[in-house]
T-cell receptor
Framework: GQNIDQPTEMTATEGAIVQINCTYQTSGFNGLFWYQQHAGEAPTFLSYNVLDGLEEKGRFSSFLSRSKGYSYLLLKELQMKDSASYLCAVADSNYQLIWGAGTKLIIKP | GAGVSQSPRYKVTKRGQDVALRCDPISGHVSLYWYRQALGQGPEFLTYFNYEAQQDKSGLPNDRFSAERPEGSISTLTIQRTEQRDSAMYRC??????????????FGPGTRLLVL
């Protein structure tokens, strides 16, 4: 079967760094997406990885290891507005996105 | 338009009634997706289109659910004889190219459906 695993909830402090992990088992792999979703709003695109390694984009970075079926999203210099759910999604062999349940990130002052 | 739009934003209906949910994708986007999202969960795939052709409807829960995109732009998701278990957020997303490669999907605000 196809499976995406992420922690349900994480808590971090404003100004700190947090790493959100995602492990996957899918029928084929054509890249991994991270989306951010604020409560009551639509998911918005953050990053896409298809090759192993780290992709950096401002305060956010995303890492992929295809051999381990593993990715993480790294958020630096956390701000209160980063409080949201972070969704991991994998494009399978048919290029369909398989979505994780999301990780709710709570930022405390 | 500037983004994906959906209407209505909220729909309350009685069990047994039919509902039609509309999605207007980003202008020029070829691929259009329908998802259902429960609270605290990721999007659940329902169906998708390339232009006007429905490519995959394997995620539709049963034959009460149908979707169309007759002119390759606006799409309608129809739920016939609604049941309480159909209550959910229904989201539409669009992407630029033909879904033969992974593309960033842009989501609409969703339609919150409540079946009483």
């Amino acid at each position: 079967g196809q499976n995406i695993d992420q922690p349900t909830e994480m808590t971090a402090t404003e100004g700190a760094i947090v790493q959100i992990n995602c492990t996957y088992q899918t029928s084929g792999f054509n890249g991994l997406f991270w989306y951010q979703q604020h409560a009551g709003e639509a998911p918005t695109f953050l990053s896409y990885n298809v090759l192993d390694g780290l992709e950096e984009k401002g305060r956010f970075s995303s890492f992929l290891s295809r051999s381990k079926g593993y990715s993480y999203l790294l958020l630096k210099e956390l701000q209160m507005k980063d409080s949201a759910s972070y969704l991991c999604a994998v494009a399978d062999s048919n290029y369909q996105l398989i979505w994780g349940a999301g990780t709710k990130l709570i930022i405390k002052p | 338009g500037a983004g994906v739009s959906q209407s209505p934003r909220y729909k309350v209906t009685k069990r047994g009634q039919d509902v039609a949910l509309r999605c207007d994708p980003i202008s020029g986007h070829v691929s259009l997706y329908w998802y259902r999202q429960a609270l605290g969960q990721g999007p659940e795939f329902l169906t998708y289109f390339n232009y006007e052709a429905q490519q995959d409807k394997s995620g539709l829960p049963n034959d009460r659910f149908s979707a169309e995109r007759p002119e390759g732009s606006i799409s309608t998701l129809t739920i016939q004889r609604t049941e309480q278990r159909d209550s959910a957020m229904y989201r539409c997303a669009s992407s630029r190219g033909v879904a033969g490669g992974p593309e960033t999907q842009y989501f609409g605000p969703g339609t919150r459906l409540l079946v009483l």
